[in-house]
Structures are given as C-alpha cells and as structure tokens.
C-alpha cells in the first residue's frame, strides 16, 4: 500500500518530497517549523507508516562560547528531538544515537545567537 504525503496542498502541487521540511521560525526565535509528512519505519517484525502533523521543535539554546551542531530528529513515534552538540571552536557534528531517530536537519548555532 502506498501512502501519500500528509497533507492536500502537498498533493495538488506534486510536491511529493516536500514533507517533513525544517525552516527557520520567527517567533519563538529558536525554534523550527517542520512541515507535515510521514515516512515509513520497518522493524524486523514489519513496516509501519509514521505520520507527523507537523510543528515546532523543542527551543534550541545557544552555547555560552565558541559554536556547536545541533540536529532535529524525529523519532519512530513521530516526535520531533534535538540532539545538541559540544561547543567548540570546531565544532563537530553529534553522532545520531541507536536505531529510530530520522535526522531532518543539522543547524549550526554560534555563542550568543538569539534567532535561527
């Protein structure tokens, strides 16, 4: 069975990989906007369609010094995660712990930064 994209506008235009987008957002300024959408998730006992109604991340902070990684994830249940890196003067990417998380993007954050 094929599941489309969550979401009629998505649909009418053909934009069928337009699901699950991460933007910046204006208010709350650390945050981001994920778009509706879905993906499928198999598992050794089958597959399962997880559908996001789309939302906001958790709020993002800013490291006191140097910069840091931070990556949105959303999960196997369809909850969206932020996986905050180490600040450093290079800094490197997080690792994406285990089985289950989907990175949906990497954001990088310097000291002091007050919007995305």
Same mark, same amino acid.
């Given at each position: 069975?094929? &599941?489309?994209?969550?979401?009629?506008?998505?649909?009418? $235009?053909?934009?069928? /990989?337009? !699901? %699950?987008? #991460? +933007?910046?957002?204006?208010?709350?300024?650390?945050?981001?906007?994920?778009?509706?959408?879905? /993906?499928?998730?198999?598992? +050794?006992?089958?597959? =399962?369609?997880?559908?996001? #109604?789309?939302?906001? =991340?958790?709020? %993002?902070?800013?490291?006191?010094?140097?910069?840091?990684? $931070?990556?949105? *994830? &959303?999960?196997?249940?369809?909850?969206? !995660?932020?996986?905050?890196?180490?600040? +450093?003067?290079?800094?490197? %990417?997080? =690792? #994406?712990?285990?089985?289950?998380?989907?990175?949906?993007?990497?954001?990088?954050? !310097?000291?002091? *930064? *007050? =919007?995305?």
């Amino acid at each position: 069975m094929n &599941i489309p994209p969550y979401g009629d506008n998505y649909r009418r $235009v053909g934009a069928y /990989f337009s !699901n %699950l987008q #991460v +933007s910046a957002q204006a208010v709350p300024n650390m945050t981001t906007k994920i778009s509706p959408g879905g /993906f499928w998730y198999y598992t +050794s006992t089958g597959a =399962s369609y997880v559908e996001y #109604v789309g939302g906001n =991340s958790p709020i %993002l902070t800013a490291p006191a010094g140097n910069a840091k990684w $931070v990556i949105i *994830t &959303i999960g196997q249940s369809g909850i969206i !995660n932020v996986i905050d890196g180490s600040p +450093s003067a290079h800094p490197v %990417l997080p =690792s #994406v712990p285990g089985r289950g998380r989907i990175p949906l993007a990497a954001i990088y954050v !310097n000291a002091g *930064t *007050t =919007s995305i």
